[in-house]
Protein backbone atom coordinates (compact mmCIF):
# COMPACT_ATOMS: atom_id res chain seq x y z
CA UNK A 1 0.00 0.00 0.00
CA UNK A 2 1.21 3.49 -0.88
CA UNK A 3 0.38 6.96 0.57
CA UNK A 4 -0.03 10.13 -1.49
CA UNK A 5 -0.25 13.38 0.82
CA UNK A 6 -0.32 16.69 -1.09
CA UNK A 7 0.74 19.78 0.59
CA UNK A 8 1.81 23.74 -0.40
CA UNK A 9 -2.09 24.70 -1.92
CA UNK A 10 -3.28 27.84 -0.84
CA UNK A 11 -4.40 31.10 -2.68
CA UNK A 12 -1.74 33.23 -4.37
CA UNK A 13 -2.15 36.28 -6.58
CA UNK A 14 -2.06 36.53 -10.35
CA UNK A 15 2.22 36.65 -11.25
CA UNK A 16 2.96 34.96 -8.11
CA UNK A 17 4.60 31.63 -7.41
CA UNK A 18 3.29 28.52 -5.61
CA UNK A 19 4.97 25.22 -4.27
CA UNK A 20 3.03 21.80 -4.50
CA UNK A 21 5.02 18.98 -3.16
CA UNK A 22 3.66 15.38 -2.84
CA UNK A 23 5.12 12.82 -0.29
CA UNK A 24 4.95 8.97 -0.98
CA UNK A 25 5.01 6.43 2.18
CA UNK A 26 4.30 2.88 1.98
CA UNK A 27 6.15 0.29 0.28
CA UNK A 28 7.71 1.15 -1.85
CA UNK A 29 10.68 -0.85 -3.66
CA UNK A 30 11.02 1.67 -7.23
CA UNK A 31 8.66 4.96 -8.61
CA UNK A 32 8.59 4.68 -11.99
CA UNK A 33 6.73 8.38 -12.48
CA UNK A 34 5.53 10.95 -10.91
CA UNK A 35 3.19 13.23 -12.07
CA UNK A 36 1.19 16.32 -11.16
CA UNK A 37 -2.87 17.02 -12.74
CA UNK A 38 -5.19 19.36 -12.05
CA UNK A 39 -9.08 19.52 -12.08
CA UNK A 40 -10.74 22.62 -12.22
CA UNK A 41 -14.44 23.01 -11.93
CA UNK A 42 -16.18 21.52 -14.91
CA UNK A 43 -13.33 20.56 -16.72
CA UNK A 44 -11.73 17.26 -17.38
CA UNK A 45 -8.59 16.10 -15.04
CA UNK A 46 -5.49 17.03 -17.53
CA UNK A 47 -1.70 16.57 -16.81
CA UNK A 48 0.29 19.46 -15.38
CA UNK A 49 3.83 17.81 -16.00
CA UNK A 50 4.88 14.64 -15.33
CA UNK A 51 8.63 12.75 -14.88
CA UNK A 52 9.45 9.57 -16.48
CA UNK A 53 12.34 7.86 -14.16
CA UNK A 54 14.50 5.81 -16.23
CA UNK A 55 17.34 4.71 -14.33
CA UNK A 56 19.82 8.48 -13.81
CA UNK A 57 17.84 9.71 -16.32
CA UNK A 58 14.43 11.71 -15.87
CA UNK A 59 12.05 12.41 -19.46
CA UNK A 60 9.51 15.27 -17.89
CA UNK A 61 6.47 16.35 -19.84
CA UNK A 62 4.66 19.32 -19.45
CA UNK A 63 1.38 20.63 -21.02
CA UNK A 64 1.39 23.64 -23.42
CA UNK A 65 -0.20 26.19 -20.84
CA UNK A 66 2.47 25.53 -18.23
CA UNK A 67 5.52 25.35 -20.21
CA UNK A 68 8.15 27.66 -19.28
CA UNK A 69 6.11 28.30 -16.04
CA UNK A 70 6.19 25.26 -13.79
CA UNK A 71 8.78 23.00 -13.18
CA UNK A 72 8.41 19.45 -12.13
CA UNK A 73 11.43 17.94 -9.84
CA UNK A 74 11.93 15.01 -7.54
CA UNK A 75 13.78 14.28 -4.22
CA UNK A 76 14.67 10.32 -4.78
CA UNK A 77 15.64 9.97 -1.51
CA UNK A 78 12.63 11.21 0.35
CA UNK A 79 10.39 9.63 -2.89
CA UNK A 80 9.14 13.39 -2.90
CA UNK A 81 7.94 14.93 -6.14
CA UNK A 82 7.09 18.97 -6.11
CA UNK A 83 5.78 21.38 -8.52
CA UNK A 84 7.17 24.62 -8.78
CA UNK A 85 4.68 26.95 -10.18
CA UNK A 86 5.43 30.87 -11.50
CA UNK A 87 3.80 33.19 -13.18
CA UNK A 88 0.54 32.10 -11.90
CA UNK A 89 -2.93 32.92 -13.78
CA UNK A 90 -6.46 32.44 -12.64
CA UNK A 91 -6.84 29.55 -15.26
CA UNK A 92 -4.50 27.63 -13.11
CA UNK A 93 -7.27 27.27 -10.13
CA UNK A 94 -7.85 23.84 -9.78
CA UNK A 95 -7.25 21.58 -7.84
CA UNK A 96 -3.73 19.64 -8.10
CA UNK A 97 -3.56 15.96 -7.85
CA UNK A 98 -0.05 14.29 -7.34
CA UNK A 99 -0.02 10.56 -8.79
CA UNK A 100 3.31 8.24 -8.72
CA UNK A 101 3.65 5.09 -10.58
CA UNK A 102 5.08 2.34 -7.72
CA UNK A 103 6.86 -0.75 -8.03
CA UNK A 104 6.20 -2.38 -4.32
CA UNK A 105 8.22 -5.55 -4.74
CA UNK A 106 11.46 -6.06 -7.11
CA UNK A 107 9.46 -8.61 -9.46
CA UNK A 108 6.14 -6.71 -8.90
CA UNK A 109 3.88 -4.78 -10.61
CA UNK A 110 4.13 -1.09 -11.24
CA UNK A 111 0.36 0.50 -9.95
CA UNK A 112 -1.07 3.97 -9.89
CA UNK A 113 -1.65 5.97 -6.60
CA UNK A 114 -2.69 9.38 -6.56
CA UNK A 115 -3.05 11.82 -3.41
CA UNK A 116 -6.28 13.48 -2.24
CA UNK A 117 -5.38 16.60 -4.05
CA UNK A 118 -4.58 20.85 -2.68
CA UNK A 119 -6.41 23.46 -3.82
CA UNK A 120 -4.68 26.21 -5.72
CA UNK A 121 -6.63 29.70 -5.98
CA UNK A 122 -5.03 32.18 -8.52
CA UNK A 123 -7.29 35.29 -7.54
CA UNK A 124 -6.55 38.99 -6.63
Known amino acids: QVQLVESGGGLVQPGGSLRLSCAAS????????MAWYRQAPGQQRELVAR??????????NYADSVKGRFTISRDSAKNTVALQMNSLKPEDTAVYYC???????????????WGQGTQVIVSS
Open 99 to 113: SNHVQSRTWGAVNEY
Open 26 to 33: GTIFRIHG
Open 51 to 60: IIIRGDTNYT
